[in-house]
């Protein structure tokens, strides 16, 4: 008896180790072989997991185009909250590097805000996984915990289409999320095509 309670919690502490390591962020997998021409285009966000702070809250569109030196650029665009009840439509501009050009999934994004009071940096920028086609994951980590984990991140679940994903395509997102440690951590996105309330 007492040879199957210590396997028994042997096999839980197992587990838990697993799965912690599977959650240190190092160990996320990108989109192989990422091609920025196949992904640029227009793309619509459908559900989101939040840093943070401030961030884009609805109707969230972003068209990438990559210029003759390959390198990306992208314009987005959606609703935001300012201090609390000011609902405002904020555009945003961002250029992408490849710190390692054998890993072209993993990018760094520089980001500015159009406007003053919008918020400008850089993020990592990976794309976990897209079809070009139809569907994308993006992921970043802003800060790391001491085990590797992501201690404040953000991903977007990106669509070429406003109006959803099959549910065949929906099972693989399912399937990222959990990869990524974000499973139940995302909200949806409203696309309404209301973008003007307030223009900024």
Same mark, same amino acid.
């Given at each position: 008896?007492?040879?199957?309670?210590?396997?028994?919690?042997?096999?839980?502490?197992?587990?838990?180790?697993?799965?912690?390591?599977?959650?240190?962020?190092?160990?996320? /997998?990108?989109?192989?072989?990422?091609?920025?021409?196949?992904?640029?285009?227009?793309? @619509?966000?459908?559900?989101?997991?939040?840093?943070? !702070?401030?961030?884009?809250?609805?109707?969230?569109?972003?068209?990438? /185009?990559?210029?003759?030196?390959?390198?990306?650029?992208?314009?987005?665009?959606?609703?935001?909250?300012?201090?609390?009840?000011?609902?405002?439509?904020?555009?945003?501009?961002?250029? @992408?590097?490849?710190?390692?050009?054998?890993?072209? !999934?993993?990018?760094?994004?520089?980001?500015?805000?159009?406007?003053?009071?919008?918020?400008?940096?850089?993020?990592? @920028?990976?794309?976990?996984? /897209?079809?070009?086609?139809?569907?994308?994951? /993006?992921?970043?980590?802003?800060?790391?915990?001491?085990?590797?984990?992501?201690?404040?991140?953000?991903?977007?679940?990106?669509?070429?289409?406003?109006?959803?994903?099959?549910?065949?395509?929906?099972?693989?997102?399912?399937?990222?999320?959990?990869?990524?440690?974000?499973?139940?951590?995302?909200?949806?996105?409203?696309?309404?095509?209301? @973008?003007?309330?307030?223009?900024?």
């Amino acid at each position: 008896m007492d040879f199957q309670i210590f396997a028994l919690v042997m096999l839980f502490l197992a587990c838990v180790e697993q799965s912690l390591a599977s959650c240190v962020v190092d160990s996320f /997998t990108v989109k192989e072989d990422f091609d920025p021409k196949r992904y640029a285009g227009k793309w @619509y966000a459908l559900q989101k997991k939040d840093p943070e !702070g401030l961030f884009l809250q609805d109707n969230i569109s972003a068209e990438y /185009t990559v210029g003759d030196d390959g390198a990306m650029v992208a314009s987005s665009r959606g609703r935001v909250t300012l201090f609390g009840f000011w609902v405002v439509c904020a555009d945003m501009a961002a250029q @992408y590097s490849v710190p390692d050009p054998g890993n072209p !999934g993993k990018m760094f994004m520089n980001y500015q805000g159009l406007a003053s009071y919008l918020s400008s940096g850089g993020d990592n @920028y990976w794309v976990i996984d /897209t079809d070009y086609d139809n569907y994308a994951i /993006t992921y970043a980590c802003r800060t790391l915990k001491e085990d590797g984990s992501c201690e404040d991140g953000y991903a977007l679940v990106f669509s070429r289409n406003p109006r959803g994903l099959p549910p065949a395509i929906q099972r693989v997102v399912r399937q990222k999320q959990e990869e990524i440690c974000m499973a139940g951590q995302f909200q949806p996105v409203l696309q309404s095509g209301m @973008y003007s309330v307030f223009h900024i």
